[in-house]
């Protein structure tokens, strides 16, 4: 039988073994620049473009992107789907990587820039497409940063990249037009920046 004994003496040799990788192989590689610069520079593009009297809204929606991206990359990860080999943090999952950087700011700003459900679907299958097939299966796969380990494992990652974005759109026009029905004003103009006919508070 197996004792919890064993398993956190096996999760703590883990850890350090882990921890020893990152100070000693990943830290400071060239490899780790590189993701440090992309973090740096999805940052300071989300700050100079973000809609500054829109925040809160945007802010919400990528905290929708990025709940759905880390359950769904620790799951994949769990069940053997793909592995990071270099990551900013040893803590796992890489909350400072893509978790809480590129991905949820970069569709933040595909959020913001999409005035209807056709023009936030194409820009948005786009991005992922590059995400996917260009920067995790390619990129990050040459340098060793990174490595899908099924042969299902890219197709899933893709289409589970489209559902975090696609749901939580949908949410947001869910929730705005519960409060435009309710005569929230600001609900309406909030909706006209996401769908061509937002609903009217005098609509059932």
Request: contains cysteine; aromatic residues 18%; glycine residues 4%.
């Amino acid at each position: 039988m197996v004792t919890n004994e064993e398993i956190l003496q096996k999760s703590k040799e883990l850890n350090n073994l882990d921890l020893n990788k990152w100070l000693n192989q990943e830290l400071f590689s060239l490899q780790w620049f590189l993701i440090v610069i992309l973090v740096l520079v999805c940052y300071v593009l989300f700050f100079y473009f973000v809609d500054k009297q829109r925040l809160i809204e945007i802010l919400l929606f990528g905290s929708f992107v990025s709940v759905l991206f880390i359950v769904y990359h620790s799951i994949g990860d769990y069940f053997g789907y793909w592995a990071s080999y270099i990551t900013l943090s040893p803590v796992k999952p890489d909350f400072f990587g893509d978790v809480f950087t590129d991905v949820p700011l970069i569709t933040m700003l595909i959020y913001q820039f999409s005035s209807s459900w056709k023009k936030f679907l194409l820009i948005y299958i786009g991005f992922s497409v590059l995400l996917i097939f260009g920067y995790y299966n390619y990129v990050l796969v040459n340098i060793n940063a990174f490595a899908y380990l099924k042969p299902s494992a890219t197709t899933l990652d893709f289409i589970s990249m489209l559902l975090i974005g696609i749901v939580p759109r949908g949410i947001m026009v869910y929730l705005f037009k519960i409060e435009a029905r309710n005569g929230n004003r600001n609900a309406e103009h909030s909706l006209s920046n996401l769908i061509a006919e937002p609903i009217t508070n005098r609509e059932k």
